[in-house]
């Protein structure tokens, strides 16, 4: 692997930093007792960020959105982590009823509502719904869905699964209980690469990239874990990769659409 791509990683670490830091560092000088917070001074350290750079990173993943969640999202939307909720950008209106915002950043939920606003869904309308939880906290996202239960008709994950507690059981819980029977699961992830030497770069910066995006890691084979989590009806959809992409890209992504049995 080129030591370019290798170490490519710091170029992000770095804009990351400047975006981030300063912002972070002020807040705590406001209120001292964040020191006894880590979580919430990541939270607060990756809303800066993502204020700088979402609409970068939603850019580079638009005409992969655009051709797996455009025609197929439908229904409730279940979508994680949903950040500034770019992904409501890519919903057909007409053939989305609700859009669920699983964000549990709560510095992210002003800029995750106006995004949504303007895209056409509202709380008043009772076509949008944040909720400031986790995608593991299953019975809580339930809880806020009307029965019959599984509510959700499609479940999107765009850069998520990288920073949830307990990917896979998470995971196989979502499927299971969340989603429809019929209903589908869109995912776009940076994965781990199946190529050795770009794999072990990855495990090398996951570390220190994680103590900086918020547990975010490099090396979870997020697209594996989705497919054995089984129940899917074969021969509809299927996992595919980003194109044009090289494969010593340590961000390397997978795309999948699966429907639930």
């Given amino acids: 692997m080129r030591l370019n791509a290798a170490f490519g990683v710091v170029t992000e670490l770095r804009l990351g930093l400047v975006g981030g830091l300063w912002p972070t560092i002020?807040?705590?000088?406001?209120?001292?007792?964040?020191?006894?917070?880590?979580?919430?001074?990541?939270r607060i350290f990756m809303s800066h960020v993502w204020d700088?750079?979402?609409?970068?990173?939603?850019?580079?993943?638009?005409g992969v959105k655009k051709g797996l969640i455009t025609p197929h999202a439908y229904g409730v939307v279940l979508d994680l982590g949903a950040g500034h909720g770019h992904t409501v950008n890519y919903l057909d209106h007409s053939r989305v009823t609700k859009y669920v915002a699983v964000e549990p950043n709560v510095h992210m939920h002003a800029a995750l509502r106006r995004t949504a606003s303007a895209a056409g869904y509202s709380e008043d309308a009772g076509t949008l719904l944040v909720l400031p939880c986790g995608a593991e906290n299953i019975s809580t996202i339930l809880s806020y869905l009307p029965a019959p239960h599984p509510p959700v008709d499609t479940l999107i994950s765009v850069l998520t699964i990288c920073s949830i507690p307990s990917p896979q059981s998470t995971i196989s819980a979502l499927i299971t209980e969340v989603l429809k029977p019929g209903g589908q699961m869109l995912f776009y992830e940076h994965v781990l690469s199946e190529r050795k030497d770009v794999a072990w770069w990855q495990r090398f910066w996951t570390p220190l990239w994680g103590i900086f995006f918020d547990g975010c890691r490099l090396d979870r084979p997020s697209h594996k874990w989705i497919e054995d989590a089984g129940g899917w009806v074969q021969g509809e959809g299927g996992i595919w990769g980003k194109e044009e992409e090289t494969e010593e890209h340590l961000f390397w992504h997978r795309v999948g659409r699966l429907v639930k049995t």
């Fill in 26 to 42: 002020l807040a705590v000088w406001h209120i001292p007792s964040l020191l006894f917070q880590p979580l919430e001074i990541s």
């Fill in 52 to 62: 700088l750079y979402g609409n970068s990173v939603d850019e580079a993943g638009r």
